[in-house]
């Protein structure tokens, strides 16, 4: 889905930030593509009601969904969203980021969402995203929802992952180097050959930008799309990360322009066959990420 590139760095902010009319409707971080207010992990259960009353005040502030960037809201759980559903001027949010989606929780979300158009992006961070096994069920739940012409990506719990490990986030180590990296991978396989978009998890450490990028390029070359942001200092790091080479872009002109099989291209073979999957998707992210 390629509306999923228009994600970009998608900034995380708790739904009891005192300017979250301004966030939202983009006007105090136009640089963002994407902004999800969070009524999870980052709003404490005794300020859950606050939240709540925080969003129904902003709600009627913001603009309709093709004016500004993209919104979202991640609900607590189920019941949390029913009460976000029944809130007037919900529509002026683009749909809701689905935390810790499994086979287990995946029908409960369904019955709030039956008689709405709101599109989700169900979260992978329970113990049975660590499992290829469990990989594949949770891909299969998703196919045969209701929700799946809906889900505009699938996001990574990066840092739930880790918890489930008892590790967390190394300053000046990217996500790769840990055993969630091997999660990643496995995730693309398990999920991108049935159409599926997958976002990159956050990192920790908005004062690292060198880390930052040498994690963006393998996000990338992961064929990741978007990534978390916790801070607006990361927000330029992650565009420009995000951004379609030259050399990428011509590559994959070549690939779809070809009238030979296979040809040489930047001291290296391609096969228009092979490649053209490729080459579509940098076409389709350059269009987007490019404006």
């Known amino acids: 889905m390629s509306e999923a590139y228009r994600l970009g760095a998608s900034l995380y902010v708790p739904a009891t930030n005192d300017n979250l009319s301004e966030v939202l409707s983009g006007r105090q971080f136009p640089q963002a593509r994407s902004l999800i207010a969070c009524t999870e992990d980052a709003v404490s259960s005794t300020d859950l009601p606050h939240a709540m009353s925080h969003i129904r005040r902003t709600l009627p502030t913001l603009p309709p969904r093709s004016h500004g960037p993209l919104r979202f809201i991640r609900p607590r759980n189920a019941e949390v969203l029913g009460q976000l559903l029944a809130m007037h001027d919900i529509d002026r949010v683009h749909g809701f980021v689905l935390p810790k ?3 287990d929780t995946l029908a409960a979300y369904e019955r709030q969402l039956a008689d709405h158009d709101f599109c989700i992006m169900p979260t992978l961070e329970t113990p049975q995203a660590l499992d290829p096994l469990g990989q594949r069920e949770i891909r299969a739940c998703l196919q045969g929802s209701p929700l799946s012409s809906r889900v505009l990506a699938v996001r990574i719990g990066g840092n739930d992952l880790l918890s489930m490990l008892a590790m967390k986030r190394v300053r000046g180590t990217t996500i790769y180097d840990t055993p969630v990296g091997l999660v990643i991978q496995q995730l693309v396989l398990a999920f991108r050959p049935y159409g599926f978009q997958l976002t990159a998890p956050v990192y920790d450490f908005f004062d690292d930008p060198q880390t930052l990028r040498r994690e ?10 978007g990534k978390t942001a916790i801070h607006p200092m990361q927000i330029p790091v992650i565009e420009e990360g995000l ?36 080459a ?12």
């Open 280 to 291: 579509q998707a940098i076409i389709a992210r350059q269009a987007i990420v490019a404006l």
């Open 216 to 225: 963006l390029a393998i996000d990338t070359a992961m064929g990741l799309v």
């Open 101 to 103: 989606i499994d086979t």
């Open 243 to 278: 951004r379609v080479s030259d050399e990428d872009l011509r590559a994959a002109r070549e690939v779809l322009g070809a009238t030979t099989a296979v040809f040489k291209s930047n001291g290296g073979m391609v096969e228009k066959a092979v490649h053209t999957r490729w």
